[in-house]
């Protein structure tokens, strides 16, 4: 395992943080109270080949290794997690999802629109019925004269207020099978959903889908691979996003909380003279340092697309949603009541990192893809 970052790897490392210096880490807050990403910073993402990262230069991305996209889900998750949200989905979830199982069309058609973001990509798998349980999806597909039709409701999903595409899973007489829908599809409606802990400013939605009916060239792989093929393929994606993105709040906390304890004084002497608050910077600065070997980790396998990343993959997602909760509460408890206003980024971090054990799989999912997997084949994942 090389963990050091290529010449080129560090120079990506250094556009990213740039762009967050200058586009998102001043307005961050204010997208946060506003419950929404402005369309002007979206076009800046675009320009930027941030939207198309991972795509390859054929289809119009930028063609980034994984370990650079992971750097750069890392750098935007650190100041914004709802802007590293829609790279989520649109990005991991959606357009690597058309690039690794897309027909030729599907990927002429979408892929440059997408990776130049022109188009907004989103991915409707959860319901309100079915979350972890995606075999439970009611969402359904009937095939008429030539054409599939859709019915049912998605709910939950990401930037679904603003998209153009969305990747829909549904169940019919073939299995599980997935379906690209135009936004401008007839009976296709989105319903805004409001009042989420976390990502407030990434514009979730409901999709209701009433007798929706879409070719069959807009079915993603084949009838029937909706799960084991295109949702899978997608998590895995999603989880490598989310794990960076996880690993950058907690980054942001730990710089935060370093350099207030310089600042504050309390007893007549910086915090950071205290022992208990040593104690806390050392424990943030100990998982930081965990999670970053891990998404290098799972990144650089990602690169080999070695098999085993897909495990390693997970337990960089369980290990760094949750190590980003943690240091998040220490931030707060290290801020005071300044970590609790929302004058300061703090308290937005502490939110966002909650949504990062629920989405991609729940903290309790990847356990037990993990338990699983140890105790199948133990050598494969140490
Ligand atoms: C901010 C946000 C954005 C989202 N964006 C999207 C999106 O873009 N697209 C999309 O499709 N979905 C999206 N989701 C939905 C998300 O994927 C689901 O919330 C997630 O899969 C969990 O499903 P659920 O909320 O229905 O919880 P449930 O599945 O009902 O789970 C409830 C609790 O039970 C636990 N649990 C469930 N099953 C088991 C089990 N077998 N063993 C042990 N514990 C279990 C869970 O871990 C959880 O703690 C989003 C959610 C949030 C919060």
Redesign the pocket.
């Known amino acids: 395992m090389n963990l050091e970052l290529t010449t080129a790897q560090q120079a990506l490392k250094e556009e990213f943080i740039t762009f967050v210096r200058t586009e998102l880490e001043p307005y961050a807050n204010d997208y946060d109270k506003q419950g929404a990403i402005p369309r002007s910073l979206i076009e800046k993402l675009g320009a930027a080949g941030y939207l198309g990262a991972t795509i390859p230069t054929a289809y119009g991305g930028r063609g980034m290794d994984q370990v650079s996209y992971g750097l750069l889900n890392e750098e935007i998750g650190r100041a914004c997690s709802s802007t590293r949200s829609l790279i989520t989905?649109h990005s991991s979830l959606t357009a690597e999802t058309i690039l690794r199982w897309g027909s030729q069309e599907q990927k002429e058609q979408w892929l440059p629109l997408l990776a130049s973001g022109q188009q907004l990509a989103?991915?409707?798998?959860?319901e309100p019925g079915a979350?972890?349980?995606t075999n439970g999806i009611t969402t359904a597909y009937e095939e008429k004269d030539g054409q599939y039709v859709l019915t049912g409701v998605?709910k939950?999903?990401?930037f679904s207020q603003i998209a153009n595409l969305f990747l829909i899973a549904a169940q019919g007489d073939k299995g599980i099978t997935t379906f690209l829908v135009p936004r401008d599809t007839p009976g296709l409606r989105v319903v805004p959903l409001e009042g989420?802990l976390?990502?407030r400013a990434?514009l979730?939605g409901e999709i209701h889908l009433e007798q929706c009916a879409v070719p069959a060239a807009n079915i993603l792989g084949r009838m029937g691979w909706g799960l084991q093929q295109i949702v899978n393929t997608a998590l895995d994606n999603g989880r490598y996003s989310v794990a960076c993105g996880s690993l950058g709040i907690a980054r942001a906390c730990l710089e935060s909380s370093i350099q207030y304890s310089k600042q504050r004084h309390q007893s007549g002497r910086p915090i950071k003279e205290h022992q208990l608050i040593k104690q806390k910077i050392t424990n943030m600065v100990t998982e930081v340092k965990a999670a970053t070997l891990l998404c290098r980790n799972a990144g650089w396998l990602r690169d080999k697309k070695d098999p085993d990343s897909f495990i390693q993959t997970t337990l960089a997602k369980y290990h760094a949603s949750r190590m980003a909760n943690a240091v998040a509460a220490e931030a707060v408890q290290l801020h005071g009541a300044l970590g609790c206003h929302d004058s300061f980024s703090i308290q937005r971090y502490f939110r966002d990192a909650k949504?990062m054990e629920?989405?991609?799989?729940?903290?309790?999912?990847q356990q037990?893809l993990i338990a699983d997997h140890s105790i199948a084949s133990l050598s494969s994942i140490l």
């Not at 989103?122 to 959860?126: K, R, T």
């Not at 629920?358 to 999912?365: A, D, H, K, N, P």
């Open positions: 989905v989103a991915f409707g798998l959860s979350g972890s349980d998605k939950w999903i990401t989420i976390g990502t990434s979730l949504v629920i989405i991609e799989g729940s903290t309790e999912i037990i």
